[in-house]
């Protein structure tokens, strides 16, 4: 927040959205940056000049989204794209060394690709649940909206680059027009990301590299099967202590997926691994993947 606030004081506009849990979720209060009242007293002591919106998705759940876009609509516009929270045993030292290390990963994107990044965060923006409600925002500014994207960046790189999402059905419902080139549908929700996942291990000829905190999809685990099948191999990184029990949610569904799930120990090609690193005592802990990846065919 100093860093974001000195970078406000320099003219720039920052405006950061953060989560605000529901009733379900409000034990994650704790982990939030949720605008309670010491939160508030924060901002003022420090005359804050971010503008900051507050966002919850449908009951029980977070819009899970971490980005960040630098000089948005200028062809320098960079983006970072990934999975870090900005908790402290997110933000950690290379190495993982010491306790309660987590395990994580952002890409940057530069060029036409970030016009999507640009577009969502805008969409985001606009239609944050708690705009109008009390305390739902923070400073000056804040009450506007933003405009879209009106133009794609000049290309980067060589690089071929798709943006994809999850949004919820229905969660954005005022009829934008999306930018150049984009194929989002902003009143039905998107699985773009699982789409995608699904089409890529469909694809995999020779091998496929995942790091997950979970893996919990019914069809993504019978396309690992599949795969595993025809003779690629499956290396799957995830937290060597895992904070869902298989006995958790017990329904005669729920214990069909886990031994779905289970027998893909039985293949060869199939590696199931944890990481650790070296806590204060000498000794390994345990580093909790919280990355989300995927390489197939090793490109």
């Known amino acids: 927040m100093e ?4 970078t406000a ?11 605000r849990p ?14 309670a009242p010491e939160h508030f007293d924060l901002l003022r002591r420090g005359d804050h000049q971010v503008k900051i919106r507050w966002d919850r998705a449908h009951p029980g759940f977070c819009q899970h989204q971490k980005t960040w876009l630098i000089d948005a609509g200028e062809d320098t516009e960079t983006s970072f794209v990934g999975g870090i929270n900005l908790n402290p045993h997110s933000l950690v030292a ?60 000049a290309q980067r790189g060589a690089s071929i680059v798709q943006v994809q999402r999850t949004t919820h059905r229905g969660r954005y419902t005022e009829p934008h027009a999306p930018p150049v080139g984009s194929s989002f549908d902003i009143t039905s929700g998107e699985q ?7 089409a890529a291990i469909r694809a995999a000829r020779r091998s496929i590299y ?4 979970y893996v919990e999809v019914a069809e993504i685990v019978a396309g690992l099967h599949e795969a595993l099948g025809r003779g690629v ?50 000794r390994r802990k ?10 197939i065919d090793d490109a």
């Open 3 to 6: 860093v974001l606030e000195r």
């Open 210 to 213: 995942m790091e997950n905190q």
């Open 22 to 35: 529901d009733g379900e979720t409000a034990s994650l209060k704790r982990n939030a940056f949720w605008g």
């Open 94 to 153: 290379p190495g993982h060394d010491g306790e309660q290390q987590n395990h994580d990963v952002y890409i940057e994107l530069a060029g036409p690709s970030v016009a999507d990044v640009h577009h969502n965060f805008v969409q985001r923006w606009n239609e944050s649940s708690e705009r109008y409600a009390d305390g739902g925002r923070w400073g000056e500014g804040s009450e506007t909206d933003l405009l879209f994207p009106h133009r794609v960046p």
């Open 233 to 282: 191999e499956v290396v799957l990184l995830m937290p060597a202590v895992p904070d869902i029990s298989p006995t958790a949610y017990a329904t005669p569904e729920r214990s069909a997926f886990f031994q779905a799930r289970s027998a893909l120990g039985t293949y060869e090609d199939f590696t199931l691994a944890g990481i650790a690193g070296i806590g204060a005592d000498g």
């Open 286 to 295: 345990p580093v909790y993947v919280h990355a989300k990846l995927m390489l």
């Open 192 to 198: 773009t990301i699982f789409e995608q996942y699904l």
């Open 9 to 19: 004081r320099r003219g720039v506009d920052v405006r950061v959205i953060f989560w």
